[in-house]
């Protein structure tokens, strides 16, 4: 188990207090009268701040409360879209469509040679040691400085543990670190939260690609499966690649493109 | 980066060299006490049990029964199972390594076997696609075979056309232009002589099979799409002239054609949702299911089709119904496995030959048995004997079903029996195909490998082999005896949402998304 999972650590030992469920059960019986305090109460900065996240909570609930209605209304009449048509025995059904259609054109197109290597950002800003790395000064009187901290963005795989400080020459902070991407589907135009199985390629240089840096180019391997993806040979499709499409140190997530 | 196995441990390699043991009869096998039961009547074969070596391999066993039933001219295969336990055990190779060695029976108790007789023909299994015909510029809906062989295929696309194909040649033979939009169902006539088509755009259309022009003008009537087409089976004609076809429409309405005017001579309202499927049975009675969770039974026997009876069971949308004779009907006058006598066009003869085969195909214990099987979103199938007496009408009507057939996760959507009528296949979007007894409903076993929607099955004309296409891109044929794939057969660039295998056995068509044809043979 990672180094800061340290409460779930002690959880799983040792289980909860007896009473938690009821605590719990309380304080969620008690959240709208907290809630109504806050907002009688409050002034000033905090205020505005509770004004704002509960602005945001309705417009929430209002969309959600709209899709509800709209699910629970007939809509068997209207004639579907789909331009190449579709059996009888799919025509009343609810479109379950996951990233499924891809066409056949994309499919061809991905068998041409020259696309299969083509990437949707072929260049990438040169990055500097200097940038990538944050030099740790440590010794008794921080003489000594061979620890290096990363400032990028970076995946570190499951179940990673930190080797021992005197050993650790190369930092991943933690709060850096990243398990999603949003991943889009250039042709389908949606686009989907899923989590990250590996780094494969930092442009930049080969030890980046060890280390899992997530910066603009690099190609990372998501896991599909949600999507729902067949291969020609009828079996599920799990991983497929993607680029990184925005500098995650900026943005704070990864934003990236699927390739097909 | 394929991955590499390890390689077998010391204990795993000391096993392999071992010699297999699995072959291997002891010399002093008892002989056994065998009763035979006939699968169909469940009557006991006369003179009771049979001592024979505990040995014996099913082709023994079958010149056994062929020699007790007198049948030793022109013997007829057999399968064997052993009964009175809690599931029947398939004797695949002789009854030692089959009952005695797993200890389903010691050599002291008496063997009840079924025998189910098997179709003298068989069909080979297709493993290889001879031919990738494109040309449809939308996805493939529906297709049909010729009742007569599998050399005609017609398919309807997307695109608004119908295309007939030459399978042997894998080369388009006409293209039927009319429709303006998809093409949903296409239907043959029983005696091959005209091509229905129905389609999005609210119309039936009828074409000319040698020529592929559209006969007179569109049949409009139904305002919403045409949901699927039956015609009037051969052998109901009798002298009557006119043929009549039926189409089923999103509209809630049966509408009646006559094939030679092209006039709606009736139609049928009853259902208040869309109807999915009808069949029109060789009892002279059309069976239509509908969204609205009824089956309706209309009598088509006189020129006036009348409402007989409504059977409600279900709980969600009907998809589709079938019938135990949907082969004999469909194949009409044709017998595809008579060798050697040349199938005549003679309408007269056609009819005689078409009825003759549907007498012998739902005859049971004197009468003519006919069952119907709904499958439905509720994620059932129900098993119907609507005319347990074998003649049609409303007083002696079975308005309960036989069987409740439960198992699958997810709607079903579609069924068939096999060509014999013995068994049932089940396709459901939970992925998996489900085989039943066609007879009884009783659930026989689940044939899983497909990873997504499986939309389709075809069986073969032997009832041996079935035929799945699915929403994974693949078709996968299945060996219907063990239950366990036979061939999978990749290809398609999309999900399959037609797949027709020919009455004759010989071809399998499928097509789908990827706007191609695929033709798959042996």
């Known amino acids: ?260 | 980066m394929a991955t590499v196995l390890p390689p077998p441990t010391k204990r795993a390699r000391r096993e392999a060299q071992q010699p297999n043991e699995t072959n291997v009869i002891p010399e002093d096998l008892p002989f056994v006490q065998v009763a035979f039961r006939a699968a169909d009547t469940g009557q006991v074969l006369a003179g009771g049990m049979h001592l024979v070596p505990g040995s014996s391999t099913v082709k023994q066993l079958e010149l056994l029964l062929n020699g007790l039933l007198g049948s030793t001219d022109d013997p007829i295969p057999y399968t064997f199972s052993l009964v009175g336990g809690s599931s029947p055990v398939a004797i695949n190779s002789d009854i030692y390594s089959d009952i005695l060695r797993p200890k389903h029976r010691s050599t002291e108790d008496v063997l009840t076997l079924e025998y189910v007789p098997q179709a003298i023909f068989r069909v080979k299994s297709v493993s290889r696609c001879t031919a990738t015909m494109s040309g449809h510029g939308g996805t493939i809906l529906s297709m049909a075979f010729s009742p007569k062989n599998g050399t005609r295929l017609v398919t309807g696309s997307g695109d608004g056309t119908a295309r007939m194909w030459d399978t042997d040649m894998g080369t388009p033979v006409a293209i039927m232009r009319g429709h303006e939009k998809w093409v949903l169902c296409v239907a043959w006539s029983p005696d091959a002589t005209v091509l229905a088509t129905g389609s999005m755009d609210c119309s039936v259309r009828l074409w000319d099979i040698k020529s592929g022009n559209q006969i007179g003008s569109a049949m409009k009537g139904h305002s919403k799409w045409v949901t699927s087409l039956a015609f009037e089976p051969l052998h109901l004609l009798g002298d009557r002239k006119g043929m009549r076809l039926a189409s089923t429409s999103k509209d809630g309405t049966l509408r009646i054609w006559d094939v030679a005017t092209r006039a709606n001579n009736q139609t049928l309202s009853g259902h208040t949702a869309c109807v999915t499927s009808a069949r029109w049975g060789g009892m002279g009675v059309i069976y239509s299911c509908s969204q609205d969770k009824t089956i309706k039974v209309w009598d088509a026997r006189g020129s006036v089709i009348t409402l007989l009876k409504t059977l409600n069971a279900h709980a969600h949308w009907v998809n589709f119904v079938a019938l135990s004779t949907d082969f004999v009907i469909k194949t009409g006058g044709f017998d595809p496995f008579v060798k050697g006598e040349v199938v005549s066009d003679d309408a007269d003869a056609l009819r005689r030959s078409s009825r003759a085969r549907f007498l012998k195909a739902s005859t049971q214990n004197g009468m003519t048995i006919e069952r119907v099987v709904t499958a439905s979103d509720d994620q059932t199938m129900y098993l119907w004997n609507p005319f347990p007496k074998g003649v049609v009408e409303e007083s002696s009507m079975n308005v309960k079903p036989v069987a409740r057939m439960v198992g699958h996760q997810k709607p079903i959507n579609h069924v068939a029996f096999s060509a014999d009528g013995r068994l049932l296949a089940s396709c459901s979007f939970d992925n998996s195909v489900k085989l039943w007894d066609g007879q009884s409903g009783a659930f026989l076993t689940t044939l899983r490998g497909h990873v997504a929607a499986v939309y389709m099955c075809s069986w073969s004309a032997d009832s041996r082999l079935l035929a799945t296409g699915s929403k994974d891109c693949t078709v996968k044929v299945w060996d219907v005896r063990n239950g366990k794939l036979y061939m999978d057969l990749p290809g398609h660039k999309d999900e399959v949402y037609a797949i027709e295998w020919s009455s004759d056995g010989k071809v399998v068509a499928s097509g789908g998304r990827d706007k191609t044809v695929k033709i798959w043979k042996h």
């Open chain 1, 1 to 260: 188990m990672p180094q800061n999972e340290y409460i779930e650590e002690h959880i799983k030992k040792h289980g909860r207090r007896l009473d938690h469920e009821e605590r719990k059960r309380k304080r969620e019986a008690r959240e709208s009268h907290r809630i109504s305090k806050d907002a009688q109460r409050l002034t000033g900065f905090r205020a505005k701040m509770f004004a704002k996240k509960r602005h945001a909570e309705k417009i929430e609930m209002r969309k959600k409360i709209k899709q509800h209605e709209k699910a629970t209304v007939n809509t068997t009449t209207s004639t579907p879209d789909d331009p190449d048509g579709l059996p009888t025995y799919l025509l009343d059904r609810q479109n379950t469509n996951q990233a499924k259609a891809l066409s056949t054109s994309i499919k061809q197109k991905r068998m041409e040679k020259a696309a299969k290597f083509a990437v949707p950002l072929p260049k990438v800003r040169g990055i500097s040691e200097e940038e990538m790395f944050k030099v740790v000064k440590t010794g008794k009187s921080k003489r000594k400085s061979w620890k290096r901290m990363i400032t990028k963005h970076t995946f570190v795989g499951e179940g990673f543990t930190r080797r021992p400080v005197k050993f650790e020459r190369i930092i991943r902070p933690s709060a850096l670190r990243q398990k999603k991407a949003n991943v889009t589907h250039p042709e389908l135009g949606v686009t989907v939260h899923l989590p990250i199985l590996s780094v494969k390629k930092n442009p930049q240089n080969p030890l980046y690609t060890q280390l899992g840096v997530l910066t603009k180019g690099t190609i990372i391997e998501v896991n599909v499966s949600e999507l729902g993806l067949v291969t020609a040979g009828g079996k599920v499709v799990w991983g497929k690649y993607a680029q990184v499409t925005n500098e995650p140190d900026r943005d704070g997530c990864v934003n990236a493109v699927l390739l097909v």
